[in-house]
C-alpha cells in the first residue's frame, strides 16, 4: 500500500482498478489549467525575439536557445516524469511541477542576461516536464471508459488551441507591455493553480508500490539529450561539427546507441522498469498508437512556423495579425476536439482518428493549392478552416486509443513514453521539415532572382542573385545595399520582396503537400488499429480506498 504524502487531513485516494474520483470534471479543468500554462510558454515566446534581441542585448544564437532549452529538457524528462507520477502521486508531481514552472516564470521575467533567462527557461522546462504526463494519467485513473472520449476531448482542444494562440496573446501583451510580462502573467495563474489543486484534486495513484529505475533514467534521459539536441541544432551546425571531433551526426548516433541499450536494459534488469515491456507486447493498441502519434507530429509539428513565415515574411503581416489570421483555426482545433471526444465515446477512437488524419491531409493540399505570392487571408480560409476542424478530430481520439485499455498501475510510464514519442517526432518532423523548407526555398530563390533581375540596371544584376540566394536560410527577403541612390535602394526592396514572396510560396507549397503525405500514411495506419471495446469494469475488479 502506498504511503501518504499528503498533509493531515488532505484526501488520499489509492486505486486499484478504475477509480471514481470526486468531482471529475473539476479535477480535469484544474490540471488542464496548468497544462494549458506550460504548452502556451512553449510558443509564445517566440513573439518576443526581437525584444529580446533589443532588450538584453542577445544574439540571435542565444534567443534560439531560450527557446530550444525549453524543449530539449521537456522532451528529455518525460519517460521519467512519467513514472515519478506512479511512485509519488500524480497530484504531489503535479503540484511540484506548477510550482517550479511558477517560480521559473517570475525569474525570467527578472533576467537581465541572457545566460539568466536561459537557465530561467530549463528550469521552467523541468516544470513542464513534471506536471504534464500527470494530467493523461489522472484521466486513466479517474475517468471510467464510457467517459473518456470527452476527458480525451478536453485534453486534446487544450493541445491544440494553446501552442496557436501563443503568438496571439503574445502580441496582445508585447502591443502594451514589455516582454517580461509574457512571463510574470504566470505567477498569479501558478499560485491559483496550485491553490486550487490542494483543495479540489484527490491523490490519486495505484496502491502498488513502485521503485524509480536510475539506470533506465540515466540511459534514457542521456540518449534522448543527444538525439534531440542533434535534431534541434544540427540546421545551426549545417549537420556537420560542433567543436573538436563532436559532430551532429555523431551525437544523434550516440544517442541511438544509449536508446537502444535503455530498451536492452528495460528488457533484462530484474526490478521495476522504467518502461514496462508489457506496455508493446499486449493486445492494446499502445503500440500502434504511439507510432500514429510520432508520425502525426512529424508531419504536423512544422505546420504553424511555415504559416507564420508565410504571414510575416511573405506577406508582410504583423505578429498580431498573423496570430488573428490562424485564430479561427484553433477555435475550431478546440471546439473539435470537444465534439470528436464524444462521438469517439459512442463509436470509438480508431474511426474519429482516421477521418481526423485523412482530412488534415485534404486541408493541407487545399492549403497548398490556395495559398499564393499575394493571396489575401479569404485564399488562405478554406485551407485554414480544414485543419482546425481536422486537427479537433484527431488530438482526442489519438490519446484515446493509445491509452484507453493501459492498466491504470501503468498509467504514469504509459503517458511519459507516448509523450516522449510525440515529441520526438515533432523535434524529428521540425528538423526534417526544416531542411526541406530551406532547400526548396534556395532552389526558388535563385530561380525567381534570375527572372526578376532583367527589371535591374545591368550593374546591379549579379548583386542581386547573390544577395537572394544567399538570404534564403535567413527566411527573409534580400536587403538591398546601403550605397544606393533613393530610386535603386526602392527598386531593388520591392523586386526582393516580390522574389522572396514568390520563392518561398513555392517552398511552403512543397513542405505543405509533403506533410499531407506523411498525413495520409498515418490515416492508413489506423487500419492497424483494434477496434476498441466500450465495458464498464466489474464491481468486483474496482476497488477505491479514501482517507482522510
Known sequence: MSRSFLPAGAPHTEVTGMPAAHRPWLTLSILCAGFFMALLDGSIVNIAVPSLIADIHASYDEVLWMIDAYLLVFSTLLITTGKLGDIFGYRRLFLTGVSIFTMASVLCGLS???????????????????????????????????????????????????????????????????????????????????????????????????????????????????????????RRYGWGKIGGPIGITSLIATGVMLLLLFIIWQRVQRGEPLMPWELFTSERNFPSGNWIGFVFQFGMIGISLVLVLYLQMARGFSPLRTG?????????????????????????????????????????????????????????????????????????????????HVDTRLAGAASGVANTTRQIGGVMGTAVMGVLLSTRLNSALRHEARKHAGELPPQLRAQFIDTATTNGHRFSPPPPPHDLPPAETSLLTHLGQKTFAAAYTTAMQTTLLTSAAILAAAALFCLTLKPQTRKRPSPEKTTTKTKH
Open 112 to 234: 537581465a542576461s541572457p545566460g539568466q533567462l536561459l537557465a530561467a527557461r530549463i528550469l521552467q522546462g523541468i516544470g513542464a516536464a513534471l506536471l504534464f504526463p500527470q494530467v493523461i494519467s489522472s484521466i486513466l485513473v479517474t475517468f471510467p471508459p464510457p467517459m473518456r472520449g470527452r476527458a480525451f476531448g478536453v485534453f486534446g482542444a487544450i493541445a491544440g488551441f494553446a501552442p496557436i494562440i501563443g503568438p496571439v496573446l503574445g502580441g496582445l501583451v508585447l502591443a502594451h507591455l514589455t516582454w517580461r510580462w509574457i512571463f510574470f502573467i504566470n505567477a498569479p495563474i501558478g499560485v491559483m493553480i496550485l491553490v486550487l489543486a490542494l483543495v479540489f484534486i484527490p491523490d490519486l495513484r495505484p496502491s502498488r508500490t513502485h521503485r524509480i529505475d536510475l539506470g533506465g533514467v540515466a540511459l534514457v534521459t542521456a540518449g534522448l539529450s543527444c538525439i534531440v539536441f542533434g535534431l534541434i541544432e544540427g
Open 324 to 404: 488573428l489570421v490562424l485564430l479561427p483555426n484553433a477555435a475550431l482545433t478546440a471546439v473539435g476536439s470537444a465534439f470528436a471526444g464524444r462521438v469517439s465515446d459512442r463509436v470509438g477512437g480508431r474511426l474519429v482518428l482516421m477521418t481526423g488524419l485523412a482530412a488534415l491531409s485534404v486541408g493541407l493540399a487545399v492549403l497548398a493549392l490556395t495559398a499564393g505570392a499575394d493571396s489575401g487571408v479569404r485564399h488562405l480560409l478554406p485551407g485554414l478552416l480544414i485543419i482546425g476542424l481536422a486537427s479537433g478530430a484527431t488530438f482526442a481520439p489519438l490519446q484515446q486509443v493509445t491509452m484507453d
